[in-house]
């Protein structure tokens, strides 16, 4: 059958199929393009995103640290300042309590006597009175300590009035000016009634007496026998009720026991009183 008019010979035709193809081809090399820019640029978003979030996120590690870097350096700080208050406060109250301690046993630590006459030495400068209690007390002038002594010997003395000579011996140094012992004490002894106060010239009357500590204190019958030998106070200074004045009063107003005390002073012949045994002087 021959062909229509104006009809194309098939050779002459262009190929519909290589057409499509080169369009096909085409079309996806332009869609690969696309899309391998289109990943690229969403990798490249995504990848700046996480950079970003990651440089946020070391940002507030590091802020998290610094915090509970400081954190822990004012944690430091504190508890160090807490162990030097406590560290100081340990130091105080050690030293008060040893400061009370020592104290304490300043105050209580008897004085080492010297050997005590068994009667009224006859070599003594001072005099027994006959027909009465002979009372003889050893001080220092300058003691503090023994004007508690000097204020038990008064209370002794009011209680026994026209019973009792007492004699108060206060120590002079060798070359001493005359008013040297006359302080305080000494006029404080010399004004109860029925006391008499005496210069020792270096001592050597508290020697004859025994006397080493200041405050010590001897009674003597009216022949002369040795009664008590001690102290009057209970301590350092401590005026008040104590063994050695009721002692004394107990004496002289009967008792026929004789006793002794601890001495609570300074040394007659200058010095502190360093602790001795607690055994009886």
């Known amino acids: 059958m021959a062909n229509s008019a104006g009809a194309c010979p098939a050779s002459e035709l262009p190929s519909q199929n290589g057409s499509s193809d080169q369009h096909t081809a085409s079309h996806i090399e332009s869609f690969q393009w696309q899309d391998f820019l289109t990943v690229t640029f969403q990798g490249w978003t995504i990848a700046r995103v996480c950079f970003f979030h990651r440089i946020s996120y070391a940002r507030d590690v590091m802020r998290l640290e610094q915090m509970q870097c400081a954190s822990a350096d004012g944690s430091n ?8 208050i406590a560290a100081a406060g340990f130091l105080w109250l050690t030293a008060v309590t040893g400061g009370l301690a020592w104290m304490t046993c300043y105050e209580y630590a ?10 009224f030495p006859s070599t003594a400068g001072v005099v027994r009175v006959p027909r009465q209690f002979s009372l003889v007390m050893l001080v220092h002038p300058r003691c503090p ?66 006397g080493e500590v200041s405050g010590q204190t ?27 004045s009721d002692a004394v009063l107990a004496l002289v107003n ?28």
């Not at 700080?77 to 030097?84: P, Q």
């Not at 008897?110 to 009667?119: L, T």
């Not at 209680?159 to 002079?172: F, N, S």
């Not at 026991?257 to 055994?279: D, E, M, N, W």
């Open 77 to 84: 700080v504190s508890d160090a300042r807490t162990r030097t």
């Open 254 to 281: 009967g008792a026929t026991q004789r006793a002794s005390t601890h001495v609570f002073g300074c040394p007659i012949r200058g010095g502190f009183v360093l602790p001795a045994s607690a055994k009886e002087p």
């Open 145 to 210: 300590c023994s004007r508690a002594s000097i204020g038990e010997l008064e209370k002794i003395m009011a209680r026994c009035q026209g019973r009792v000579h007492a004699q108060v011996l206060c120590y002079k140094p060798d070359g001493a000016a005359d008013d040297w012992a006359q302080t305080d004490l000494w006029r404080s002894a010399a004004a109860i009634p029925g006391v008499c106060v005496v210069a020792d010239e270096a001592g050597r009357e508290a020697a004859r007496f025994g």
């Open 218 to 244: 001897a009674l003597f019958d009216d022949t002369g026998r040795l009664l008590f030998h001690g102290g009057i106070t209970s301590g350092r200074g401590h005026a008040g009720d104590n063994a050695g």
């Open 110 to 119: 008897p004085g080492v006597v010297g050997v005590i006459p068994s009667a």
